[in-house]
């Protein structure tokens, strides 16, 4: 505010900033954040939950049942022989096996909107 | 799975093998490709340990296994 002698506002005197750049700049780093938390709770071969969304999940609907008494069912599968087939068949083809079961079962577990997780690394016994 | 009942697991344990068969994956000529299921259900009641119950399941999963795979133990 600028005031003449006698104290009477003159004229304002203001800044604009184009803020478009940083706000689509943040936006941009907001998305990449979202991407990288869905990214972190994938399996990178099958694109289905990883263990670390199971744990949480599984934690979070087993307190749930605690407090409602609903009942709450857990399925664990494991491919047959899965070693076998490495063996057989070879890594990469192993690696397309995965890909076509958990396409497989995620049909299934999206149509009773059910979680499906894969677990990697579990010593297999069979 | 929340809000689902024992039968209604093992009801979606058996989609699931059949699901597997489905996809047909060659393992050997005499074998398909094929998977194992162990089957749990919670009652939400107190007391109960969740390691206990994933474990017991784990378990259930493995009988399954050495039963013969293509299999589901409750």
């Not at chain 1, 203001?14 to 972190?40: C, N, P, V, Y």
């Not at chain 1, 096996?97 to 894969?118: S, T, W, Y």
Request: hydrophobic share 40%; net charge negative; glycine share 8%.
């Amino acid at each position: 505010m600028i005031r003449d002698d006698a104290g009477e506002v003159t004229s304002l005197v203001g800044f604009m900033f184009d803020i478009s750049e940083r706000k689509a700049r943040e936006e941009h780093i907001e998305q990449l954040q979202h991407t990288l938390m869905a990214l972190s709770y994938q399996d990178g071969l099958t694109g289905v939950a990883n263990r670390r969304r199971f744990d949480e999940v599984l934690a979070a609907e087993w307190q749930k049942s605690r407090e409602t008494g609903a009942p709450l069912s857990l399925i664990l599968g494991d491919i047959d022989c899965f070693k076998s087939y490495n063996d057989l068949h070879g890594h990469l083809q192993g690696d397309d096996c995965l890909k076509a079961v958990a396409h497989g079962l995620k049909r299934i577990a999206k149509r009773r909107a059910i979680l499906l997780p894969v677990m990697v690394g579990k010593s297999s016994r069979s | 799975m929340p809000d689902t009942t024992h039968e209604d697991a093992m009801a979606l344990a058996e989609h699931c093998r059949a699901a597997i068969a489905a996809v047909g994956i060659v393992h050997t000529e005499a074998h398909p490709l094929s998977m194992s299921f162990g089957v749990g259900t919670h009652d939400g009641r107190d007391g109960a340990d969740l390691r206990e119950f994933v474990e017991g399941i784990d378990r259930k999963l493995y009988a399954a296994k050495d039963g013969g795979r293509d299999a589901i133990v409750a």
